[in-house]
């Protein structure tokens, strides 16, 4: 009996072919839209109301007016932006030289700063401090700030930046409370003691995502707080807490997974002042808030069973609302640049109406939103490898360059006239 045999034709090996081309294909396609490649770069969207100091700023910071263009194969993705600034910070990281300076508070907290003197002369001959506001759980000691305080030195600024409470590993706390999302307490003990050491000195005020919100807090506060403030740049901020919140338990753009990562790093920041929060009397937290933290899996759950409770709200609405600054953002006088991107996974783009009707309205507000930078990222490069220095840096500088020179310039004109 004749075995048979059954031989494959062609058919199969090309079969195989087109299911390797297929597996190729899909691959390409998730990483084109993972990568966001197809996105094109773009100027930012500039919203201001047509002055004389916007029309002078616009042609003088040309960084604000040209495509923002981020290195090709990542940088137009706001995840790799944001992870990047989270792991890495910046790259090749100067260190510049400050001093560590401590500042005694009425309820016996231990404010610190780090203060940098300037490199050289500023462009208009004047004394003038940047006076910085890090983000959520930050100090001076972070990548981000080394690099933006060496260039800003640089450029003839002298530079302070607050460390804040409870943020810094190697300083302990001297009272039962640590930074909150908009306690100004810290920040205005550090200015005004730049203000009594220094009173020829000018100041620009800098704030990073959570900073961006204590500045302009602490700004429109009290009008007094604007004295010998030239302007002010807010970066990356959400502007109104409540909302943020909200949108922080969504799943879109991953935003409930940074939440998470945001909150382990907080658990872990309050958790190594455990001994200090518990030994002192007067401290609203005891072993039930603290068993509560460990559970936490969101910042909100962290904000209601311990960082409310530092100040003594009753509710978590209410810590929220007062610790706001879309309640005196308003309030701001002196030249405010606005600076977000639209890719942010952090800052949801709802909240972003805040700066936009803000920047409608007011004469003095300018508010700039890019395609692409992330949340505190913005990496310029060619190709593969951002360079040392990031838009946001040169972008900041930019503008307050821009506006010390206006401003001397109307100090002139008006000298003149008199």
């Known amino acids: 009996m004749g075995g048979y045999v059954h031989t494959f034709g062609p058919e199969l090996p090309a079969m195989f072919d087109g299911v390797k081309l297929a597996a190729v294909a899909t691959i390409l396609y998730i990483i084109v ?20 100091l916007s029309r002078y700023l616009l ?43 401590f500042l005694p508070m009425q309820d016996g907290a231990t404010a610190t700063f780090d203060l940098f003197e300037a490199i050289g002369a500023h462009t208009t001959g004047d004394d003038i401090t940047m006076v910085i506001c890090p983000g959520i759980g930050n100090h001076s000691e972070k990548n981000y700030i080394r690099t933006f305080v060496d260039y800003s030195q640089r450029q003839g600024y002298r530079c302070a930046v607050l460390n804040h409470l409870g943020a810094l590993p190697n300083v302990e706390l001297t009272s039962p409370r640590m930074f909150t999302y908009g306690c100004t307490w810290e920040f205005g003990a550090m200015v005004d003691y730049i203000k009594r050491t220094f009173p020829q000195t000018l100041l620009v005020v ?20 604007q004295d010998r403030v030239l302007c002010c740049v807010s970066v990356c ?19 409930r997974l940074y939440n998470f990562m945001l909150a382990e790093n907080m658990k872990k920041i309050i958790l190594s002042h455990r001994d200090s929060l518990l030994a002192m009397q007067c401290s ?18 962290i904000d209601d069973s311990i960082m409310r409770k530092f ?18 953002i308003h309030k ?39 395609q692409h930078g992330g949340h505190m990222g913005f990496f310029e490069g060619a190709v593969l490898f951002p360079q040392p220095l990031t838009w946001m840096d040169k972008v900041i500088v930019e503008y307050t360059n821009a506006v010390c020179r206006w401003e001397k310039k109307q100090s002139v004109c008006q000298s003149s006239s008199e």
């Open 33 to 52: 839209r993972c990568l966001n490649l197809k996105s094109p770069t773009a100027p930012p969207e500039i919203i201001y109301q047509d002055t004389l």
């Open 206 to 225: 800098v704030g990073f995502s959570l900073g961006g919100n204590i500045v302009c807090k602490f700004l429109g506060e009290n009008q007094s707080n």
């Open 332 to 370: 701001i006088t002196v030249p405010l640049l606005l600076l977000n991107s639209l890719d942010d996974p952090l800052v949801h783009p709802s909240l972003l109406a805040v700066a936009r009707t803000l920047a409608e309205k007011m004469p003095n507000v300018v508010f700039a939103l890019t």
């Open 59 to 101: 042609k003088t910071c040309p960084m604000l007016t040209k495509e923002y263009i981020p290195p090709l194969l990542w940088g137009k993705s706001g995840h790799i932006q944001t992870v990047l600034y989270g792991k890495m910070g910046r790259v090749k990281t100067p260190t510049p030289c400050g001093v560590r300076m």
């Open 311 to 328: 100040h003594g709200y009753d509710s978590l609405r209410e810590y929220y609302e007062k610790e706001s600054c879309v309640h005196y």
């Open 284 to 301: 609203n937290i005891g072993d039930g808030e603290l068993n509560r933290l460990y559970a936490a899996t969101s910042l909100m759950q």
């Open 237 to 255: 901020q959400g502007y109104s807490a409540l909302r943020a919140q909200e949108t922080f338990l969504q799943w879109d753009q991953c935003r």
